[in-house]
C-alpha cells in the first residue's frame, strides 16, 4: 500500500492513453447512497453467486433487496465508502466499495433467523433469506476482533465494478484504498464475506487470509441443498487481514 500521507479526495486515476475516460475516486456522500444502490442492482448483484437465485425468483425482495438497500444508506452517513465518477460518462458511478466501521461491544453477536421455507425448488425460496443464512454460517464463530486483538475493525461489504470497466484494477485499487481509510483511523483489521470469486482474487491479493469457508455444494439449508448448482462460484469465503 501506499503512505496514508498520500490519501486525499478526490484522487483522480490514472488511464490508459487509449481510454476516453476520465476516472476520480472520492468519499461516497449520504446524498449518493439511492444512486450507489441502483448501481448496485446492475452491477453487484447479478453477478453474486446466491442473487444468480434471482433468476428464479420474481419476488420484489429478490429484485430489490431493501435490507440491503437499508445497509447501503446506512453505510454512506460515514466517510468510509468510496466511489469512483467518469467525468466522460456524464460522471456517472463506475465503480464502488462499501465500508464501515464497526467496534468491539460487550457483546459481539450477530442475531440471524433463517425463514425461507424447506424446498428444493428455487422459485420457491426466499433468495434475500437464503443469503442470510450463508452469512451466518460464515460468521458463525470466528471473532476478528479477537483474532488480531482490536477493537476497531471495517468489514468491505460490497465491491462492485461497471463490466464496461472491468480488467483496469478499479476493484484492487477501491480495496487498496479502503485499507489505507482504515489504517489512517487506526482500525485493527479488515474484513469481508467473499461469496464470489471475483471479490476473493482481490482480497487474496492484497494479502487478506481465509478465516472460514462455506462450500455452496454441501451448503444445508433447511435440508436442502438450493446452492448445488449456481454457475461459476464454488466456495464463500471470510477473509480479514491485520492493518
Same mark, same amino acid.
Given at each position: %500500500?501506499?503512505?496514508?500521507?498520500?490519501?486525499?479526495?478526490?484522487?483522480?486515476?490514472?488511464?490508459?492513453?487509449?481510454?476516453?475516460?476520465?476516472?476520480?475516486?472520492?468519499?461516497?456522500?449520504?446524498?449518493?447512497?439511492?444512486?450507489?444502490?441502483?448501481?448496485?442492482?446492475?452491477?453487484?448483484?447479478?453477478?453474486?453467486?446466491?442473487?444468480?437465485?434471482?433468476?428464479?425468483?420474481?419476488?420484489?425482495?429478490?429484485?430489490?433487496?431493501?435490507?440491503?438497500?437499508?445497509?447501503?444508506?446506512?453505510?454512506?452517513?460515514?466517510?468510509?465508502?468510496?466511489?469512483?465518477?467518469?467525468?466522460?460518462?456524464?460522471?456517472?458511478?463506475?465503480?464502488?466499495?462499501?465500508?464501515?466501521?464497526?467496534?468491539?461491544?460487550?457483546?459481539?453477536?450477530?442475531?440471524?433467523?433463517?425463514?425461507?421455507?424447506?424446498?428444493?425448488?428455487?422459485?420457491?425460496?426466499?433468495?434475500?433469506?437464503?443469503?442470510?443464512?450463508?452469512?451466518?454460517?460464515?460468521?458463525?464463530?470466528?471473532?476478528?476482533?479477537?483474532?488480531?486483538?482490536?477493537?476497531?475493525? %471495517?468489514?468491505?461489504?460490497?465491491?462492485?465494478?461497471?463490466?464496461?470497466?472491468?480488467?483496469?484494477?478499479?476493484?484492487?485499487?477501491?480495496?487498496?484504498?479502503?485499507?489505507?481509510?482504515?489504517?489512517?483511523?487506526?482500525?485493527?483489521?479488515?474484513?469481508?464475506?467473499?461469496?464470489?470469486?471475483?471479490?476473493?482474487?482481490?482480497?487474496?491479493?492484497?494479502?487478506?487470509?481465509?478465516?472460514?469457508?462455506?462450500?455452496?455444494?454441501?451448503?444445508?439449508?433447511?435440508?436442502?441443498?438450493?446452492?448445488?448448482?449456481?454457475?461459476?462460484?464454488?466456495?464463500?469465503?471470510? %477473509?480479514?487481514?491485520?492493518?
Amino acid at each position: %500500500m501506499e503512505e496514508q500521507s498520500t490519501l486525499t479526495f478526490p484522487l483522480q486515476l490514472e488511464q490508459a492513453v487509449d481510454r476516453q475516460q476520465t476516472l476520480t475516486v472520492d468519499i461516497a456522500q449520504p446524498d449518493d447512497g439511492q444512486e450507489i444502490f441502483e448501481f448496485l442492482l446492475q452491477h453487484f448483484f447479478p453477478l453474486a453467486p446466491i442473487r444468480q437465485l434471482a433468476l428464479y425468483d420474481e419476488s420484489e425482495e429478490a429484485k430489490r433487496p431493501e435490507w440491503i438497500e437499508d445497509i447501503v444508506l446506512d453505510c454512506v452517513q460515514t466517510p468510509y465508502s468510496l466511489v469512483v465518477r467518469d467525468s466522460c460518462l456524464h460522471n456517472q458511478i463506475v465503480a464502488v466499495a462499501i465500508n464501515e466501521f464497526q467496534k468491539r461491544t460487550l457483546s459481539d453477536v450477530t442475531n440471524h433467523q433463517l425463514y425461507a421455507p424447506k424446498s428444493n425448488n428455487p422459485a420457491q425460496i426466499g433468495v434475500g433469506r437464503l443469503h442470510k443464512s450463508v452469512l451466518e454460517a460464515i460468521n458463525r464463530d470466528v471473532d476478528v476482533f479477537a483474532i488480531y486483538e482490536t477493537e476497531t475493525k %471495517m468489514e468491505i461489504g460490497a465491491l462492485a465494478v461497471d463490466g464496461r470497466y472491468g480488467r483496469q484494477g478499479l476493484a484492487t485499487k477501491l480495496v487498496d484504498l479502503s485499507l489505507r481509510i482504515a489504517k489512517a483511523h487506526g482500525v485493527g483489521a479488515v474484513w469481508t464475506e467473499a461469496l464470489s470469486a471475483y471479490t476473493a482474487k482481490v482480497a487474496f491479493k492484497l494479502g487478506f487470509e481465509v478465516l472460514k469457508s462455506v462450500t455452496y455444494e454441501d451448503f444445508r439449508y433447511e435440508g436442502d441443498l438450493p446452492l448445488a448448482n449456481i454457475p461459476g462460484h464454488s466456495v464463500g469465503l471470510l %477473509m480479514a487481514r491485520k492493518i
